[in-house]
């Protein structure tokens, strides 16, 4: 299976628009209770529960069952979005926006307004780098 556009739209929501505690497992593809699971409020794990969110909202516009090239694919997106979250400080804004999203077309309309232009420029290398790989 050819990478598809909601795949290409995972990775890209992070950083192609304007726009490691113990913590959810950076599976490849969401696990059962991943797609049901909806964190909505950030505890002591802010950034968990945002990859956690990007998870949920992947898998209800991906497939069930990803190649493992995609899956490769979509784990390393997701852990450079956590890995940005905690390091490229996101703000609580960012990551309230992120929380509450259901669909990764929207996210990338609601959220663009809290990515400063810096953090953008970290996301688009980061995201660049997981295409690279």
């Known amino acids: ?4 556009p909601a795949l290409l739209l995972v990775v890209c929501a992070a950083g192609c628009q304007e726009k490691q505690a ?3 497992a950076e599976a490849a593809s969401p696990a059962p209770a991943a797609r049901t699971a909806t964190p909505t409020s950030a505890g002591s794990d802010d950034c968990g529960h945002v990859v956690a969110r990007l998870r ?3 898998a209800r ?5 990803l190649d493992p090239k995609s899956q490769m694919l979509l784990g390393n997106a997701m ?3 956590r890995a940005s979250c905690n390091e490229d400080g996101w ?4 990551k309230r926006c992120a929380l509450e999203t259901t669909d990764l077309t929207d996210a990338l ?3 663009r307004a809290h990515i400063p232009p810096e953090l953008h420029a970290k996301l688009g290398a980061r995201m660049a780098k997981v295409m690279a790989e």
């Open 1 to 4: 299976m050819k990478l598809g």
């Open 56 to 58: 949920l909202a992947a």
């Open 79 to 81: 852990r450079e979005v």
């Open 109 to 111: 309309s609601a959220c």
């Open 61 to 65: 516009q991906l497939p069930p069952v």
């Open 91 to 94: 703000s609580d804004a960012l």
């Open 22 to 24: 113990t913590a959810p």
